[in-house]
């Protein structure tokens, strides 16, 4: 008959809990929307696959995350939490943004962030990054973690989550 140690049982659950706390996700982006600006807390004059814009004016990226145990875990310890937004065209990167949960937000919102995780198993969070001096064409947003890992939008699939638009000018 084989025998286990404690120190090796342990050891195992530790492996298999780490395991699958790396396969969840920090969070998920549960609603997004491109738009001509924010207003209390919502997307204003959004735009659906086309921004018909003058040159010059901002474009918003605005959207809504679902935080889970392993983001709370991670404002706990750090008192924030880093997300990116990775504005691209064809041509590549032009703007990384931190849109993230800063110190002084997490300082404000604690509170409440714990109670809906205690009430709901998850929290939500409101963020958007504007961008200006497009130049005409096919945009796209990459949303990153606080590793600068790619993120997904809630429901099925893995695929990393990034929304287009198509940037047109208008006299």
């Not at 492996?15 to 919502?42: H, M, N, W």
Request: net charge positive; charged share 25%; hydrophobic share 40%.
């Amino acid at each position: 008959m084989k025998t286990f140690s404690w120190s090796s049982l342990v050891l195992t659950a530790l492996l298999i809990i780490s395991t699958y706390a790396s396969a969840q996700p920090l969070f998920e982006v549960e609603r997004e929307s491109f738009c001509k600006g924010v207003q209390d807390r919502e997307p204003m004059n959004s735009f659906s696959n086309v921004a018909e814009i003058r040159k010059g004016e901002d474009v918003f990226l605005w959207m809504e995350i679902k935080g889970g145990e392993r983001a709370l875990t991670m404002l706990e310890a750090k008192g924030q939490m880093s997300i990116y937004h990775a504005w691209a065209s064809e041509k590549g990167v032009t703007d990384i943004i931190d849109i993230g949960i800063t110190k002084q937000k997490w300082l404000e919102l604690a509170n409440a962030m714990r109670n809906q995780f205690r009430e709901q198993g998850f929290f939500t969070w409101r963020t958007y990054s504007a961008k200006r001096n497009f130049k005409e064409g096919r945009w796209y947003v990459s949303v990153l973690d606080a590793n600068k890992k790619p993120v997904h939008k809630v429901g099925p699939g893995t695929e990393a989550f990034r929304p287009e638009l198509v940037i047109r000018f208008i006299p």
